[in-house]
């Protein structure tokens, strides 16, 4: 069992920067990819960006990409979401997510590919 923490969500204007982290403790023995998802009110679970355990392989949501990035530290067990040059429609509730993995540089893009979850962290984004 893994169990992720987030923190650093909050509110921020438009135009502004957050970075979200994301801590993984218990069983961190293993190979995991990351993922961060978010939900806003009334709407489906989102993919926003993955990174693979290695290599540096990355991928994001076509709404984030240019503006997010997604970054890891396997020795501190921590995935970081840096976030800049916020819109309104990024408010949402954000959550990292774990995928025990054998493949090194595959970085699952479904929610439904991921085993862990974190409790989440609001992220709310003024206009």
């Known amino acids: 069992q893994v169990q992720l923490g987030e923190s650093g969500g909050g509110l921020v204007q438009a135009g502004g920067s957050l970075r979200l982290s994301c801590t993984a403790s218990?069983?961190?023995?293993?190979?995991?990819?990351m993922g961060w998802f978010r939900q806003a009110p009334g709407k489906e679970r989102e993919f926003v960006a993955a990174?693979?355990?290695?290599?540096?392989?990355?991928s994001y949501a076509d709404s984030v990409n240019g503006r997010f990035t997604i970054s890891r530290d396997n020795a501190k067990n921590t995935v970081w979401l840096q976030m800049n040059t916020l819109k309104p429609e990024d408010t949402a509730v954000y959550y990292c997510?774990?995928?025990?993995?054998?493949?090194?540089?595959?970085?699952?893009?479904?929610?439904?590919?991921?085993?862990?979850w974190g409790q989440g962290t609001q992220v709310t984004v003024s206009s």
């Open positions: 997510a774990a995928k025990p993995v054998l493949g090194v540089a595959w970085a699952p893009r479904g929610a439904g590919e991921y085993d862990y």
């Open positions: 990174i693979s355990w290695s290599y540096g392989r990355t």
């Open positions: 218990g069983r961190t023995d293993s190979r995991y990819a």
